[in-house]
Structures are given as structure tokens and as C-alpha cells.
């Protein structure tokens, strides 16, 4: 079973224990990025998990059919994962974006940043913009990204990679975090609509349908003799697994909806924190309640995966 360990409440107690405000700063961008990188796993395997049911459900009576119509069944279910695959595009672009952002926000708040200039930062800052003009450049989007936060932060790793001060990596998390703010918003939002859209709650209302649709016509065309046995061998649960996997991923998906709203209040908390300085539980209190929404993504996860 994969489990994945929210590594970033460590930094939230080191913080607490911090005399200098700046350091406190910097960490708390630190435990952001690492929530951040953390949240942006779940959307897409909602996404998948969402595709792969689909698919289970298109296919759970073909085996009644002859072969030709099997073989339809068959390219019916190939169709509609290829479909559902494109119309997730987007989220899943959101969601590069937003991995991206993090991957530099934990860069600037490192402590040692030698690792990560010349091809790396480069290669970081060119992946951002391109995304974001690609993202930009889609017929669905509605609100641009404004461009070049991707060469902001590749410069700036480059440079605190080669002339590191504290002063600087301050100015820099500051420049970047601000950038970043409109960023956040828009691709969360995009995050939290296309969850809406492909999933709930009509995509799980559709699904749970063609799984009983699908269940009905399995056991209408099944011969007597083999529909005995189908519940003898308790083949059924099959389905019953479906639907328990279907109000799981309800369940994910609810939580990555509500994670959104946090995920932006603690961005915002954080661009002010770095431009005013606060007592160190205002700085956390958003902080802390992004870490619970992530928990709890964390415990759905681990039920889809069990």
C-alpha cells in the first residue's frame, strides 16, 4: 500500500523554536512549498482513479457478448478513456503548474541552494513558462497567467545559488511569493473546477449509474446455469467493489475541492508575512489548517489505495 508521509509538519515545530524572525520567514515558506508539492499529487489520481472505474464499468458485462460485440465493448471503453484523458488535459496542466511553483518555492527556502543552479534552474524556470503558455494559449482558459514567473525564479536560484545572502534570499522569496500569488489563485481554482466538472458530482452520479446499468444487463444476458454460479462464487462482490471505490473517490475528491480555499488563504498569509513581520501564531494559523486539509487528503488517498 503506498503511504505518503507528510514530511513538512517537522519544519512547523523547528519554526516555533526559532529566535530570528527572517529565519521564521524563510521556514515558513519552506513548510508551504512542501504542503503545496504534497496537495498537487491528489488531484491527478483522482483523475485516474476516476478513468480507470470508467473503464472497469464499461467492461463489466462485455463477457456476455459474442465476440463481435465484445470486440466493440472493448474499443467503447478504449473511446471513452482516450476521451476523459483529453478533457482532463487542463487539470492536469493546473497541476503541473502548481508542482512546478513548489518544486521552486523549496529551492528559494533552502538553506543550500549549490545544488540547484546553472542547467537545473534553467531547465525549472523554462518548464513554468512553458506551461503557463501553453495553459494560457487553451480555448477553456479563462483567466491568463501572467508570464516570465518561470525566468524570475530560474535567475534567481542561479544567482543565491552563486552569491547567497540572506538579505537576498529574502528579496528574492519576496519578488517570487508576490509573483506567485495570482498564480495560485488561478490554477487552484481551474484545480477545483475541473474536479467539479469531471467528477463531482455528476461524474460520480454517471458512474454509479453505469455500473447498475451495466450490472443489470450483465446478469439479463447471463444463462441460467452460469447465473447460479456467478453468485456461488460471489462474483458480485466485484461490483460491490466498484460502488466502494466509486464513494471513495467521491470522498478525494470532496477533499481537494475544500484543500483549495487553504491552499490560496495560506499563499496569501505567507506574500504578507514576508513584507510585514507578525507574531509567529498568526504566521502558522493558516499554515496549520493547509496541513489538516493535506492530512485528510492523505487518509482518502489511502482508502482508494487499500
Known sequence: MKYRFISAIVFIFVIAGCASLSRDQVKSVHVYSQLLK???????TAI??????????TLLNSGTFADRLANQQLWSAYESRKSQLAAAADVDLSIKILGDYADALVKLSSKDLRDSIGTFSQRLGTNIDLAIEQYNSSPKTVKKIPAGIGALVGEGITFLGTHYTRNEQARKLKQYVKEGNVLVRIVTDAIANGMKELILPKGISN???????????LLQNMPAEAYKAYYANEYNRGVAALMVRTDKLEGLAGEIIDAVNHVKKAH???N????EK???VTVLSDTQALFISVRNLNH???????
Do not use: F
Open 48 to 57: 485516474t482513479e476516476l478513468v480507470d472505474l470508467e473503464y472497469e464499468a
Open 268 to 270: 496569501q498569509q505567507l
Open 38 to 44: 504534497e496537495y498537487t499529487a491528489y488531484p491527478g
Open 278 to 280: 507578525k507574531k509567529l
Open 300 to 306: 482518502a488517498y489511502r482508502q482508494i489505495k487499500k
Open 272 to 275: 504578507a508575512n514576508l513584507n
Open 207 to 217: 458512474l454509479k449509474e453505469k455500473i447498475r446499468i451495466n450490472q443489470t444487463n
